[in-house]
């Protein structure tokens, strides 16, 4: 099985490089036309040439928005964990999901019962019959 692993990762390179090419706006590709990368990542795909140039060269790959790296974005987006036990918010949304869920059980006891109840009154003509 593991002889066959490389030969697997090619093909998971190469097609993602090709579905991302795909899918990449032609305003973020560099260098060539977007046509050209795709006929690259198919055509040299089983070498990994063409799945190596695209990701290395064909796509243009800015960082986040606002031109700041994670950390400094991290570091201005501070948030203070509250532990779900502690949320009044998700407390909340659980005795909603409660309440539903009574809801719903109570009406398929209320079902079961009046099936119950018919096949009993079934049960009770087919004995009156006989």
Known sequence: ????????????LWIYAFIDCLNTPENE???LPKVIWVII????????IGPIAWL????????PAGG????????????????PDD????????????????ALLKDWEADLRRREEELKRRESRTDDES
């Open 68 to 83: 700041s790296t994670p950390s400094q974005w991290h570091a201005n987006h501070r948030t203070e964990f509250v532990a």
């Open 1 to 12: 099985m593991l002889r066959y692993l490389p030969y697997l990762l090619v093909l998971a």
């Open 41 to 48: 990542v198919l055509l040299f795909g089983e070498v990994l």
């Open 29 to 31: 590709v560099r260098h």
């Open 87 to 102: 949320n009044p918010e998700f407390l909340k949304s659980l005795k909603a999901d409660n309440k539903k869920d009574e």
């Open 56 to 63: 290395a060269a064909g796509k243009a790959r800015g960082g």
